[in-house]
């Protein structure tokens, strides 16, 4: 099997990405999100990422996007300013693959290259897979909220892995 591509995300990915996220936002508690979204909204929340110049990345294998990651900001105060708050969703069909795991990576090499300090994840749970891919990476849980979340009848709590990257601030120019 040919491994995949990761490289940015454009707009004219907005689709494939919609295809996959849709089905965790149908069919588990992944995300808090509950109505499915359309390729146009996905293009605003890759081009905003842009905007802040936070890293968007997408696995591409035989011309189908297979998953995604990226980072958006943790919080609005200046201070978070080298904080981010990171995301990946697989397509269901690829998991167990490493595809998590090199998009994982790939997203973390890009923060170190944007001189981000702290990055958070946030997991729905119960989600053992998460949890590792997360410690696989470095990440370690520093938060455990119960019951913060109401999806599909059920209360959801979620926890926090946070991994500090090497590198300091870049004086400001």
């Known amino acids: ?3 995949p591509t990761v ?10 990405i919609v295809h996959i996220y849709n089905h965790y936002i ?16 996905m293009a605003g929340r890759i081009a905003e990422a842009d905007a802040t ?13 297979t998953g995604y990651a990226y980072a958006g900001q943790w919080k609005g105060r200046c201070a978070y300013r080298y904080s981010v708050e990171s995301t990946v ?3 269901p069909d690829t998991t167990g693959q490493g595809m998590g ?6 997203l973390l090499d890009e923060l ?8 958070i994840g946030g997991i729905s749970l119960p989600n053992p897979a998460s949890i590792a891919l997360h410690e696989r990476l470095g990440f370690v849980q520093v938060a455990h909220f119960r019951e913060v979340g109401f999806k599909f009848g059920c209360w959801i709590d979620v926890g926090y892995w946070q991994a500090a990257l090497a ?3 870049r004086p400001a120019t």
Do not use: C, Q
Not at 26 to 41: G, I, N
Not at 101 to 106: C, V
């Open 1 to 3: 099997m040919i491994p």
């Open 7 to 16: 490289r940015n995300a454009t707009a004219a990915d907005a689709g494939g």
């Open 26 to 41: 149908t069919h588990s508690v992944a995300t808090f999100e509950e109505t499915p979204v359309d390729a146009a909204t």
């Open 53 to 65: 110049g936070l890293p968007w990345l997408v696995a591409e294998r035989d011309g189908r996007i």
């Open 89 to 91: 969703y697989v397509d």
């Open 101 to 106: 795991t090199r998009l994982y990576a790939g």
């Open 112 to 119: 170190r290259s944007r001189a981000i300090h702290t990055v």
């Open 167 to 169: 590198g300091k601030p």
